[in-house]
């Protein structure tokens, strides 16, 4: 994994037309005295997770260019089966909007990606997504509800940690290698962020 002294390493090596590991060339911000680059950069869990992660799941569920090889993952068949469910949910108070139809989930906002994902996934996908794919996406969903919550007790974390890994390991077997995109990758490393920095939310 990436750390200050092999960063700085790679950063001597780099240059304009080579980049070294990944680090191209100093910028602005290396120059910093305050900022360190790897010490102090978090990973942005609403573009890389819900944004990023969540949103390309639901095109390998709902768009049959991302269904062809492996038929089991699409619930494209059953989105009229899910959008009945999604419509009936009556969210708590603490939920500022009611869900939209699945079918603009395209249009969804990094908000609605995180509700759905924390809130309504598991109870709409319910005997809908076949067994192997659900306990999948439960991992997922047990793992962010853990570490967006308010007070993280530091020695479940390691167990989240697992999860997670196992999370991204079975994605690549269940849905194709091309699922596994840079925030798919970040999810081996959030709980490390989580430790440096507290809570996603905060």
């Known amino acids: 994994m990436r750390n200050c002294n092999n960063y700085q390493i790679d950063l ?8 070294s590991h990944g680090i191209k060339e100093k910028t ?18 609403m573009h890389s997770i819900l944004e990023g992660v969540v949103k390309r799941f639901f095109r390998s569920w709902f768009e049959e260019k991302y269904n062809n090889q492996l038929p089991d993952k699409s619930l494209k068949e059953s989105m009229y089966a899910i959008n009945l469910r999604v419509m009936n949910i009556r969210p708590p108070s603490f939920i500022p909007n009611a869900p939209r139809v699945i079918f603009s989930w395209n249009l969804w906002k990094a908000n609605e990606f995180l509700v759905f994902l924390l809130y309504y996934c598991l109870p709409v996908f319910n005997h809908i997504m076949k067994a192997n794919y659900f306990a999948h996406l439960t991992k997922l969903v047990v793992a962010m509800q853990y570490l967006l919550g308010e007070n993280i007790n530091r020695n479940d974390l390691d167990d989240i940690n697992d999860i997670l890994v196992d999370f991204v390991k079975e994605g690549s077997l269940l849905y194709g290698p091309s699922i596994v995109l840079s925030g798919m990758h970040e999810l081996v490393h959030i709980v490390q962020c989580t430790i440096d920095s507290g809570p996603l939310m905060y």
Request: proline share 4%; no cysteine.
């Open 12 to 19: 001597k090596k780099a240059t304009k037309n080579k980049a």
């Open 28 to 45: 602005i911000l290396s120059e910093l005295s305050l900022y360190h680059p790897i010490l102090n950069t978090n990973i942005d869990y």
